[in-house]
């Protein structure tokens, strides 16, 4: 019997950030292992979810290159059927026993199978929120210190920047092309 202590946090990471980071390292005072789900991986090139799983894979694992902790990052597609959603996630990830999440719905489905629910703790959500931080870059504003560094030139090296403005663009391509009406 493996007497390790395996947790289970998902988010969507887009992108992941300090807030993460800091709820990732209190979560790792209290377990062996994490299994870290990247919720709705299949979506990517939209305002609210500019970010590939991949792309968001490269940014937790980079970031967490100095934390000891045993982890695993699991890209997590949306199945549309809340019932079900729990055996889904069994289903890709190992086995755990504690799941971290402030999400309500979330919260509600892991107790309901069985589960034990703790409550991450959160850090100045107001800024450290991937919409801020999304909105932050859609208006040129500061953002980069709201992420990890690893975070940044992962953001660089994908131009995601670029990514962000162009599917936020509304209209036709000629838009796009063109730079705006």
Partial sequence: MDSKKRGFYIGRFQPFHL?????IGEIAK??????IGIGSAQLSHTPD??????????????SLEGLDLYYYVIPIS??????????????????FSTVY???PLVSRLFREAGYEVAYSPMYNRHEYSGTEIRRRIL???AWETLVPEAVVEVIRE???????????VKGDIEDVIDGGP
């Fill in 19 to 23: 807030g993460h980071l800091k709820v």
């Fill in 30 to 35: 209290q377990v062996d292992e994490l299994v």
């Fill in 49 to 62: 979810n500019p970010f590939t799983a991949g792309e968001r894979i490269m940014m937790i694992s980079r």
């Fill in 78 to 95: 949306d199945i549309y059927r809340n019932a079900l959603w729990v055996a889904h996630v069994r289903s890709m990830t190992p086995p």
């Fill in 101 to 103: 999440s402030n999400n």
């Fill in 139 to 141: 208006a040129g504003e």
């Fill in 158 to 168: 994908i131009k995601g920047v670029e990514r962000l403005k162009a599917v936020s």
